[in-house]
């Protein structure tokens, strides 16, 4: 009557999405580097962070922990506009996708220091004393008795964010950064088969999803198992 | 013509913020009560239900929730269902919360020591009234932090709602933005709002876990 149409006379059609998924696929590249450069960064934020968060001086730890919850208490998406719309007013132009990376890497940065600040409180105090006592010097004391362990206690919690970055990446398909959604969106301006499409897309969400998580659970083992537990 | 941000645009962004919250709410109430169901079926003893539960877990934490509003949002409509935003992006988040909403009340309910499970198994009870009566009144206290933690996910993304056309926060937020053309202004306040929300939620959910972790 109004157009609409009933369940009974839609005819599902993915031959069109079969025709644009190469396309589909360089999306999906972009979404992967954005995604890794991301959790490189993310990650290296979050050491920092999660050192500054922890340490004795109170100048190193108001700052990190203003960033981590002003970070996690407010939108992503409203962090990318922030970066995306806001930088160019003050003179700071940006494309689409170094702003994405800038916004998908602080972001992370974020959560990783609260993940890693949690390995560091973790540590049994002792650790540190008989470190110190047996005069380790300050560099070694921070790699192998602080974050190694740290690390190690927490990297399935940082696989889990990790996921979740990747997943949250399509997001910034909405400064139009072409990556997997960004692309999927082209696609299906053309098709006019939206609903394929997307559920195509998120199958290959998905797919990407269960990789990172066995590559995750193949870094934890190489990394933090075979080197023997503490 | 460029208007000036002033007390009228702030205003509409705060109506606009009531929307954003009643999205939140109803994500939260249904969303909770799917994932009741979830939690529950994935300590069920019927093996076949705890896969249904895994598989529902595992889909929607491996999908982005923007797939999710996507698909509710065409899927819905092509279904002749519906072709409302409110009701799409409603569906969505239910479904993306029950997923982690059950997968957080399982561990609660796995927390809860295995001498009850067989305490109560002992006097007679069935399998939900030793939920009921049992094993969820414990776990609720375990659950409180994490679940008052997640809803400040769950706030936080109702902001992709945007993307679908539906006018909340950030939804007006962009709208008041194409007015006035001040970017940082804007999202900055507009950031600021889910921070005076989401903040307060956080910490709770933090004293929450310091006191329950005393009382163990």
């Given amino acids: ?230 | 013509m460029i208007r000036e941000f002033g007390l009228v645009e702030f205003l509409y962004l705060v109506s606009a913020m009531k929307w954003t919250l009643a999205l939140s709410l109803l994500a939260f109430v249904c969303g909770g009560l799917l994932g009741l169901v979830v939690a529950l079926l994935r300590v069920a003893p019927v093996a076949p239900l705890r896969w249904l539960a895994i598989a529902w877990i595992q889909t929607f934490q491996s999908t982005p929730l923007l797939m999710l509003l996507f698909l509710m949002f065409f899927g819905l409509a092509l279904f002749g269902l519906s072709q409302d935003a409110f009701v799409s992006v409603t569906v969505a988040l239910t479904c993306y919360a029950s997923a982690y909403f059950g997968e957080i009340w399982r561990g609660a309910i796995q927390a809860v020591p295995q001498t009850q499970w067989q305490g109560s198994a002992a006097l007679g009870f069935t399998f939900l009234e030793q939920m009921r009566h049992v094993i969820l009144p414990q776990s609720v206290r375990i659950a409180t932090p994490p679940t008052v933690g997640f809803m400040v996910q769950l706030i936080k993304n109702t902001s992709l709602a945007s993307i679908i056309g539906f006018n909340e926060l950030t939804y007006a937020a962009q709208y008041i933005n194409n007015l006035t053309l001040k970017p940082i202004l804007i999202y900055g306040t507009v950031g600021a709002m889910y921070f005076a929300v989401c903040f307060p939620l956080y910490l709770l959910s933090r004293r929450l876990e310091v006191k329950f972790r005393v009382d163990h």
């Fill in chain 1, 1 to 230: 009557m109004d157009g609409r149409p009933t369940p009974m006379d839609y005819t599902f059609q993915f031959s069109s999405v079969w025709v644009a998924m190469p396309r589909l696929l360089d999306g999906a590249r972009l979404t992967i580097l954005l995604s890794i450069t991301t959790i490189v960064i993310g990650l290296f934020i979050g050491i920092v962070c999660a050192l500054a968060r922890t340490s004795g001086s109170r100048w190193l730890r108001w700052p990190a922990a203003t960033y981590v919850e002003v970070i996690r208490n407010s939108p992503f998406l409203v962090q990318l506009f922030l970066i995306y719309f806001g930088l160019p007013s003050l003179g700071i132009r940006l494309d689409p996708i170094h702003a994405a990376l800038i916004g998908m890497s602080v972001n992370c940065g974020a959560y990783a220091t609260e993940i890693v600040r949690s390995g560091i409180d973790a540590i049994p105090r002792g650790q540190l004393e008989a470190a110190r006592a047996l005069g380790f010097p300050v560099p070694a004391i921070v790699r192998h008795v602080i974050l190694f362990p740290a690390l190690r206690a927490v990297f399935p919690a940082l696989a889990s964010q990790f996921i979740l970055v990747m997943l949250g990446s399509a997001v910034i398909s909405t400064i139009s950064v072409e990556e997997l959604t960004g692309v999927a969106h082209s696609v299906e301006t053309e098709n006019f088969r939206p609903f394929e499409v997307y559920l195509v897309v998120t199958g290959i969400y998905v797919t990407l999803a269960f990789a990172l998580k066995v590559t995750f659970a193949g870094v934890d083992r190489f990394l933090f198992q075979t080197r023997g537990r503490a």
